[in-house]
C-alpha cells in the first residue's frame, strides 16, 4: 500500500511538472506497466485529483488550477540537485540555451523555501516556554528545538527518529507524530511507536536528537479516536478502570474548570458537593492529579485505589511525625 501512495504522489508529480505526459513514459519513469498507470489514474479521479486523459497522442494533464508544489525536498535530494552544477560545464552543449537559467531559478526558489522554514521555526520556537529536567544542564532552546521540529513532521505527516530516555536509559525511537498534548510545564506526544506498533504517549522533554525522516505516514482515524473512547467501544485487552470520586464544595468550581479528554460524568450533590465519575487507564497519573486536591477530595471507588491513598497518607503522616 505504501508503495502505491508513493507512486501515485510521483505520477502527480510528473503530469505537473511536463502536461502532456504519456501513459508510456509515466510507467518507465514510476518502473511499472502501463495497465497498473491506468489504474492509478482511476484512484485518482476516484480521489477528486483532476487529472485529465487530452486524448490519443496528447497524454494526461491537470485541468482547473490545481498543482501541488515538491520542492520540500529531502536534504539528500537537495544535495543531489545542487551537484548538477559541478557536471554542467561538461553536458552544456547538450543543454538547451534557456535550461542554465531555469536552473538557477530553481535553485534559488528552494533556497527561499528553506530560509522561510528557518525563519519560521524561529519565531515558533519563540512561543514556547517549558520547563526543564531538574537533572539536566540542557537549555530550553534545544527542547524548543524538537517541538518545531515535532510540529513539521506532525505538519508533513513525516515519520521522526531520536533518542528517548526511558528508565534511565536512552534508545533510538522511531515514530509517527500524531498530536502533541499540553502539560503544566511540558508537552507530550502522542504517537505511533514503530518498536511496540502501538500509540504511545511520550515526554517531549525526553526525546533528543530529533531527526524528519523522508519517510511518510498517513494518521490512522479509528486508532486516534480510540486511544481516547471510553471502554465500552475498545477491545478487552486494555485495562480500564472506573473511578468514583466526591468532591467537597471549596473544589468544585476549579474542577469544573479543568480539562479532561474523556469526558466524566459531574454531578452536584444536594450537599453542594461534586461527584464525579469517569472510566481511565492512566491510574497512576490520575492519582497523581487527584493528590494536587488534598482533603477536598475523596476516592469512593474503586476500594483498591481508597487503600492505595490511605497507604500513601499514612507513609507522610509518619515522616512528619
Known sequence: MTDRLIRLMRIITLVQAKPGILARELAERCETTERTIYRDMEALSAMHIPIANMGHGRGYMFISHFAMYPLNWSDEEAQAFMHLAEVMENIRPLLKPAFESAYEKVVASSQKNKTERVEWSEQISGLFKVGTSAWQNESTELLNHSLVSLLQAGISQNTIEGEYLSQGKKGIARMDPYCLIPREYRFDLLAYCHLSEKLRIFQVNRLHRVRILPRTFRKDDYLLQSHFRTPQELSSSTEWTAFKIRFSPHAVERVMQEQ???RPI?????EGTLLFEAILSDEEGFLTWL??????????EPEKYRLIMKERLERWREIYN
Open 291 to 300: 493528590s494536587q486536591y488534598g482533603p477536598d477530595a475523596e476516592i469512593l
Open 266 to 270: 459531574l454531578t452536584i450533590e444536594p
Open 260 to 262: 479532561f479528554f474523556a
